[in-house]
């Protein structure tokens, strides 16, 4: 058996629902998900972000070259 890893569109993904199902062809659909450590970690950058808590790249980007 063979496995067929593809990214279609929304667009895309009615066509080839629609051409399976009319083969006769079994197949499944994986939605991706990410992990829920992973969704925590980013509400709590979005957290920190509202409450004015980071600094710009450029101002890190001077932080670090003044601790040299």
């Known amino acids: ?4 890893v593809i ?3 929304l667009e895309q993904e009615k066509l080839i629902t629609a051409f399976l199902e009319e083969q006769h062809i079994s ?6 998900t990410l992990p829920d450590y992973v969704l925590d970690g980013i509400a709590k ?4 972000i509202s409450a004015g808590r980071f600094i710009t790249h450029e101002d890190f980007k001077k932080r670090i070259s003044a601790s040299k």
């Open 45 to 48: 950058g979005e957290a920190y």
């Open 27 to 32: 197949f499944f659909k994986e939605d991706e």
């Open 7 to 9: 990214t279609p569109t």
């Open 1 to 4: 058996m063979s496995r067929y």
